[in-house]
């Protein structure tokens, strides 16, 4: 059902005059959670007032200035996704910010509602951004651990980016997020923004599903540019196909004072860690350098 589900959005479809990809929380029909993809060419500047959400100002390809409430933040970006961390910018709600690139770029504006202010406009650095291999074998992935608790903070905001090397499954075990329940579960909203190396041909797959009591079905076969809209439910796996290196962003947001990310593994399927420790991490990790084939 690939083309079917409201939750999966192929490149293009949530695109409006200013952004590649545009979603809120009234397009995902949810409360909190928002990403839009914004390209530049040489010299062209973009103007984004915040309103009610905090933003970040993530560089997928390029570099860019970010100027706000008298601060400019020099973001010198990456040449792509594969090719390392980047450094980015916060922005608060209810601020003003202009986004301009000398030499043109493509940047993640990752944002989540929230009713509460007062931490300042600032600069996160490359250097500063944890980088985490997690699993092992066909499950092994990277992930770069941008604004998450105990990373960078934010007040609902949840961002981080996953790199699977081709042929290689992540976001496995399945897991979810959709039950507030402490010290176990967050409730939290998530947006997946896919990119794939290897031009038009490279593709994976994700797989999103429920409960009988929430039921939800998705099974996308996912290419550059495309997003997947996961409200609640298991979700996983993400399939990188052989050849093809996989990377997607992960935005979340949720209702809870208690700016938290705790999963819970499908039961039917979360044995599989314990295999991890008789495995290698696949030898293609870390991603250094320009993986884009």
């Not at 399945?174 to 038009?200: C, Q, T, W």
């Amino acid at each position: 059902m690939s083309g079917t589900s409201k939750y999966y959005l192929p490149k293009g479809t949530s695109a409006d005059g200013s952004y590649d990809v545009l979603v809120t929380p009234e397009s995902a029909g949810w409360g909190y959670s928002g990403l839009r993809i914004l390209t530049l060419e040489p010299g062209e500047a973009h103007a984004l007032s915040t309103g009610d959400c905090e933003f970040l100002v993530l560089p997928l390809a390029g570099s860019c200035t970010v100027t706000t409430d008298g601060k400019a933040f020099e973001l010198a970006g990456r040449t792509g996704v594969f090719a390392s961390a980047t450094d980015f910018a916060y922005l608060p709600r209810e601020s003003e910010a202009l986004i301009s690139s000398a030499h043109g770029g493509r940047f993640a504006l990752p944002s989540a509602r929230t009713e509460r202010g007062g931490l300042p406009a600032r600069y996160g650095r490359k250097e500063d951004v944890p980088v985490e291999l997690r699993g092992a074998g066909a499950c092994s992935r990277q992930v770069n651990n941008y604004c998450l608790p105990g990373t960078f903070e934010a007040e609902q905001l949840l961002v981080c980016e996953v790199l699977t090397p081709g042929g290689n499954w992540s976001s496995y075990p399945p897991h979810k997020h959709d039950e507030a329940r402490p010290g176990e579960e967050s409730e939290l909203e998530e947006i997946y923004y896919f990119e794939v190396a290897g031009g038009e041909d490279g593709f994976g797959y994700q797989r999103v599903y429920g409960t009988p009591e929430r039921p939800i079905d998705v099974l996308a076969e996912i290419r550059s540019g495309d997003t997947v809209l996961i409200p609640h439910g298991w979700h996983g796996p993400s399939i990188a196909a052989p050849g093809y290196d996989l990377y997607y962003l992960n935005v979340m947001a949720g209702p809870g004072q208690e700016r938290a990310w705790l999963i819970c593994d499908d039961p039917a399927h979360g044995w599989v860690r314990d295999t991890w420790r008789t495995q290698d991490v696949d030898d293609r990790l870390p991603f250094e350098g320009n993986h884009e084939r």
